[in-house]
């Protein structure tokens, strides 16, 4: 596509409930980002995948919180028992090459999530 | 691990005043620097990137340097108007281009 799509926009669920968010990434981006942007912070790192691979899940704050991308393009972000902390903005990005790339990201507008 | 700070935090100023937004990073083994803009809830739009190699980029009103030994970066607004308000965030990267971000200069420019 021509920008990198999440869906949906916002969410509100209740406390303890799963949630999924999508991404749909520019075609043709090999590497996939998935950052949270809590209210007054700048975005900070979840998980990034190589293709099918979560190359680095170092960012993923606990075992709640899973993302996949199976076939290499799309990317679910998957929340287990939701807690009320979990409430932020999840940007998704996508870039052309994961290493060394001169061109930086392109960010999606977010999913706000709103666990009440 | 990576810290990267802007100051200042807001910033208000009068439509017409050139401004400058700084932003600091602790480690200077980067590759890229990006510069991006968000507006209220909205996602972020990338306004310029420079290489580790580079010294500057320009963007119409907008000239971001990046000084790497010295772990510093500063956006230069020329001739602000009050669609450049906004928050401006400053992202460093090293290898796989996992971005570490400051926590952004909140911009008014008043009419």
């Known amino acids: 596509g021509a920008g990198v799509s999440q869906t949906p926009s916002n969410k509100v669920t209740e406390k303890g409930k799963y949630v999924e968010l999508r991404c749909d990434p520019i075609s043709g981006h090999t590497a996939l980002y998935w950052y949270r942007q809590s209210l007054g912070q700048g975005p900070e790192f979840l998980i990034y995948f190589q293709g099918t691979g979560a190359a680095d899940d170092s960012g993923l704050p606990n075992d709640r919180f899973f993302a996949v991308r199976p076939e290499g393009s799309v990317s679910t972000l998957k929340i287990q028992r939701t807690e009320r902390g979990d409430s932020a903005v999840y940007l998704c990005?996508?870039?052309?090459?994961?290493?060394?790339?001169?061109?930086?990201?392109?960010f999606g507008s977010g999913t706000r999530l709103t666990v009440v | 691990k990576q810290e990267v700070t802007q100051i200042p935090a807001a910033l208000s100023v009068p439509e017409g005043e050139n401004l400058v937004l700084n932003c600091s990073f602790t480690?200077?083994?980067?590759?890229?620097l990006q510069w991006f803009r968000q507006d209220p809830g909205k996602g972020l739009t990338s306004l310029l990137l420079i290489q580790s190699s580079q010294r500057e980029q320009t963007s119409g009103r907008l000239n971001a340097s990046l000084d790497k030994s010295s772990g510093r970066s500063t956006l230069y607004i020329a001739a602000s108007q009050p669609g450049d308000s906004a928050t401006y965030l400053c992202a460093v990267s090293g290898n796989f281009n996992k971005f570490y971000f400051g926590s952004g200069t909140k911009l008014n420019v008043k009419p």
């Open positions: 480690d200077s083994a980067i590759y890229n």
């Open positions: 990005a996508s870039s052309l090459t994961p290493d060394r790339n001169p061109y930086g990201y392109t």
